[in-house]
C-alpha cells in the first residue's frame, strides 16, 4: 500500500480542487455515516482532505468502502437464483444440502460477529445472504415435493439462531468454538453443489450471477477481514471458501452452454437428397 500510494498522489492531486466542494456539499447524514466508519481522525484527512499520503487511513477507507459495497450487493445477489427457480419451477442442478450447510455457517458467524462487536461493514452482508438462502432451500424442498422437510427446516434454524444470539445457552468459549467449526462447514457447503454440477455435467438451474459475487465478494472479504479484525479464524473461513468459489466459477465457465445443448436435443427430420434414388412403388396385389 506505501509503495503504490505515491504513484497515486498526482492524480488526487489533479482532483482534488474538483471533488472538495463536491465532497462539502454532500448531505450532512452521509458526512455523519463516514465520521462513524472512518473516525475523526481518518475521516478529516481522507474524506475533507482529499489526503491519502496516510497509509492507514486509506487502507481503512479502501476496507470500509468496500465493506459497505459488499453489504449493499448482498440485497440482490442471490435474487436472481430465486427467480431462476421460480420461473422454471424446478430445482434441477441446485443442491439443498449445499445451501443448508451454508446457512448453518452464515448464522453462526453472524452471531459470533454481533458479539464480538466486530464493524458491522465487516459482516453485515452475512444476514441479508442467510435469509435469501433460507427462501432457496425452502424453493428447492417444495420443487422436489418436500414440504415436510421444509417446515422442519425451519423451525431448527429459529431454534438454533435463538440459541446463538444468546449468551445463557451458548457461552462465548462455546461461540469460539462453533465459530471454528463453520470453517469445515462452509467447504462442506460447496462439496455437493459441486458435486452436482459434475454428477449432471450440466449448471442447470444455479446462477452465475450468484456464483461469481461469491468469487468476487470472498476475495474482498479476506481484504477486509486482514484490514479490520484480527481474527485468524475468520480469515481462514474466508480463504477456504475462495479456493472453492474458484472451483464453482470454473465449473460454471466448463459448462455454460451444457442445459441448453442438452434440452436441444430434438430429432431432425430426415429428407432424402436429390442424388438417392428412390423405392418404386408397389403396384396392386392381384387377387
Known amino acids: 500500500m506505501e509503495a503504490v500510494l505515491p504513484h497515486l498522489e498526482p492524480i488526487v492531486a489533479l482532483l482534488r480542487p474538483h471533488l472538495l466542494p463536491i465532497i462539502k456539499a454532500l448531505p450532512a447524514p452521509i458526512h455523519e455515516f463516514g465520521l462513524s466508519q472512518l473516525g475523526e481522525t481518518c475521516y478529516e484527512t481522507i474524506v475533507q482532505n482529499l489526503d491519502i499520503s496516510q497509509a492507514e487511513c486509506t487502507q481503512l477507507a479502501i476496507s470500509k468502502a468496500i465493506g459497505v459495497a459488499i453489504v449493499g450487493l448482498s440485497t440482490v445477489v442471490k435474487v436472481p437464483q430465486i427467480l431462476k427457480l421460480v420461473k422454471s419451477g424446478s430445482a434441477k442442478g441446485v443442491s439443498f444440502t449445499s445451501y443448508a450447510l451454508e446457512t448453518t455457517a452464515y448464522l453462526i458467524t453472524l452471531a459470533y460477529n454481533f458479539r464480538s462487536g466486530n464493524p458491522f461493514s465487516t459482516y453485515g452482508e452475512i444476514a441479508l445472504l442467510a435469509a435469501q438462502n433460507v427462501i432457496i432451500s425452502l424453493l428447492v424442498l417444495a420443487y422436489k415435493g418436500r414440504l415436510d422437510v421444509a417446515a422442519l427446516y425451519t423451525a431448527v434454524l429459529a431454534s438454533a439462531g435463538y440459541s446463538l444470539f444468546n449468551q445463557a445457552l451458548v457461552t462465548p468459549e462455546m461461540m469460539v468454538m ?110
Request: aromatic share 12%; proline share 5%.
Open 178 to 287: 462453533a465459530q471454528a467449526a463453520t470453517i469445515p462447514l462452509g467447504l462442506m457447503s460447496k462439496v455437493p453443489q459441486i458435486w452436482t454440477i459434475l454428477k449432471e455435467k450440466s449448471t442447470g438451474q444455479l446462477s452465475a450471477f450468484a456464483v461469481f459475487n461469491y468469487l468476487f465478494g470472498s476475495l474482498a472479504r479476506i481484504f477486509t477481514t486482514l484490514a479490520e479484525v484480527n481474527d485468524p479464524v475468520i480469515l481462514y473461513g474466508f480463504l477456504g471458501g475462495f479456493a472453492l468459489n474458484v472451483v464453482l466459477a470454473f465449473q460454471m465457465i466448463w459448462y455454460w452452454n451444457s442445459g441448453s445443448k442438452l434440452g436441444s436435443g430434438k430429432a431432425k427430420k430426415h429428407f432424402p437428397s436429390k442424388n438417392t434414388p428412390r423405392k418404386a412403388k408397389a403396384g396392386p396385389k392381384r387377387k
